[in-house]
């Protein structure tokens, strides 16, 4: 007889996977790791997110407000570190896995506000640059 199942499973009872740490490439235990899933190898990383930033596990709610569902996410926990997974080889630094914490740090400074200061710096640049090209 079928038996639904409404609560969380009970996975570490029965399912442990192997994650082996593998040396860095200079011969120092680093953060690197390797097991498999599904019967291929994958590999992994350990990832810190920015300073500043924050690494959220989100789990998806649902609102219900007379006839409108509404779907957002709520913190369950912050993390620390994540670990980036790839077939076959460790992630590299330039995988858009790994380079994400950079990328957020450049279109967060990319999107800032001007200071004062800066505004006056770029005129300042401008007005030199429009009087070496009239000369």
Known sequence: RW?????????????E??????PQPDGDQGDL???????RSIKGC???PPKGMKALHLQP??????????????????????????????PQSNDAAVTWPQAAVVAEEAHAPMTS?????????????MANGSS
């Open 61 to 90: 709610t649902t609102q219900t407000q007379s006839d409108i569902e509404e779907r957002t996410w709520a913190p369950v926990n912050e993390l620390e570190t994540l670990t980036m997974w790839k077939l076959e080889s460790h």
């Open 117 to 129: 200061e800066a505004m006056e710096e770029l005129e300042a640049f401008h007005k030199q640059q």
């Open 33 to 39: 790791f390797s097991t498999t899933f599904r019967g």
């Open 46 to 48: 350990q990832v810190q």
């Open 3 to 15: 038996q639904p199942q409404t609560g969380k499973a009970n996975a570490k009872k029965y399912f």
């Open 17 to 22: 996977p192997l994650v082996q740490q593998d």
